[in-house]
């Protein structure tokens, strides 16, 4: 189980490599009750919680997508029975899934991909948030006094 607060996207990627930038939150799977507090200060476009069920079944995976909304409330399953959820300041995101993914995006006929319920979901931000891919990796500058090839004999 984990909690995401997602700033940026790489949709090269799935699962939680989709959400490249986020802030993530210690979540005790061992508590069966627990309160976290995310900050108000800065808060990210979005986040996202998942929880994997022990032994693992993809119908029963839990997801929840929500956004910071001052003074809005909302108490519910996430997604799947059983995993109750109560948010303060804030709501779902609802209404993303396999269809939020454009028809021509790259990886879309790749199985991991396209039923990744996080990936799904990063597709839905991208169209109705404009959340940016993380920063790529610059590669660094060639020294212009530098040689620009060696030649050993």
């Not at 995310?38 to 990210?44: D, I, M, T, V, Y």
């Not at 109750?84 to 209404?95: C, E, M, Y």
């Amino acid at each position: 189980m984990w909690l995401a607060g997602i700033r940026e996207l790489d949709l090269t990627q799935h699962c939680l490599k989709t959400f490249a930038e986020c802030d993530r939150y210690n979540i005790n799977t061992k508590h069966s009750r627990q309160t976290l507090h995310l900050p108000a200060a800065n808060p990210p476009t979005a986040w996202y919680l998942c929880a994997l069920p022990i032994p693992w079944d993809w119908a029963r995976n839990a997801h929840l997508a929500f956004e910071y909304t001052p003074g809005e409330n909302w108490e519910g399953d996430a997604l799947v029975r059983g995993l109750g959820v109560r948010l303060t300041n804030a709501r779902p995101i609802t209404g993303w899934g396999e269809h939020s993914i454009p028809h021509d995006a790259p990886k879309r006929n790749s199985r991991p991909h396209r039923t990744c319920r996080n990936w799904q979901f990063a597709w839905w931000l991208r169209t109705n948030r404009s959340i940016p891919d993380a920063s790529a990796l610059l590669a660094p500058a060639a020294d212009e006094g530098g040689p620009e090839q060696l030649a050993l004999p």
